[in-house]
């Protein structure tokens, strides 16, 4: 099924530890963001990319990278996981962004706790 | 920024009711989303609307763009319609790409 897929859908990691949350879609969409959600606040922007090679900073960047060499493939990367990283993270996509998108696609969330 | 509010926060209704979620934002966007997020945490795209009015079944929204809100519009509520409702901006005066969510409605309708 077309849509935006991510890995893995669970994780535990020890504050120091590093990974890579990946996230994937097969819908040609130029536009692909990360989001965390944490109780009572809502979605917050971590990275965003609108097209391969090209990547922004959100609204809560520290303590993640992102990079995107392809267009289906958005990895976002934890440097050195710290316990306030525990929470749900999301990634969408959309066919483009600006006036002309049409809409968000999500994935179905990786929840991470780090102890 | 932009500050994006929803009102209200909390709602319960009975089965069969109908309901107006309103969200506000404070400066001129881009486009509008409304999601719904069912208790399993998966978040759905209900609607797309930068501006006008689009319904979809139950579902309706309006978005007045020259005074900065938008209402979600839910008619004969169903208990498959709990969940938490987030309203989503694009901010004209950023660089394009930057999409930021209001805190939430949370739903509960009960039988």
């Known amino acids: 099924n077309a849509g935006v897929t991510q890995t893995p859908k669970f994780q535990v990691l020890k504050t120091g530890q590093s990974m890579t949350l990946q996230c994937a879609q097969d819908?040609?969409?130029?536009?692909m963001s990360w989001y965390r959600q944490d109780p009572g606040m809502g979605l917050r922007l971590i990275h965003y990319s609108v097209g391969a090679g090209i990547t922004d900073q959100g609204e809560v960047p520290n303590g993640y990278n992102v990079s995107r060499s392809t267009t289906e493939d958005f990895p976002l990367r934890l440097l050195s996981a710290a316990p306030s990283q525990t929470s749900v993270y999301f990634c969408?996509?959309?066919?483009?962004?600006?006036?002309?998108?049409?809409?968000?696609?999500f994935g179905s969330g990786t929840r991470l706790t780090v102890v | 920024g932009i500050q994006v509010e929803q009102s209200p926060p909390d709602l319960i209704l009975q089965e069969g009711a109908n309901s107006t979620l309103r969200c506000n934002f404070s400066d001129s966007v881009n486009n509008l989303q409304w999601f719904h997020q069912n208790p399993w945490g998966q978040l759905i795209n209900l609607f797309y609307?930068?501006?006008g009015t689009k319904q979809n079944g139950r579902l309706s929204a309006t978005t007045v763009a020259t005074e900065r809100y938008s209402l979600l519009y839910i008619s004969s509520s169903q208990t498959t319609d709990s969940g938490v409702y987030f309203c989503?901006?694009?901010?004209?005066?950023?660089?394009?790409?930057?999409?930021?969510f209001g805190p939430g409605t949370s739903l509960s309708v009960i039988p």
């Open positions: 609307i930068p501006s």
């Open positions: 819908m040609n969409h130029e536009y």
């Open positions: 989503a901006v694009e901010p004209r005066k950023t660089s394009y790409d930057k999409v930021i």
């Open positions: 969408a996509s959309s066919l483009t962004s600006g006036p002309r998108s049409y809409g968000y696609t």
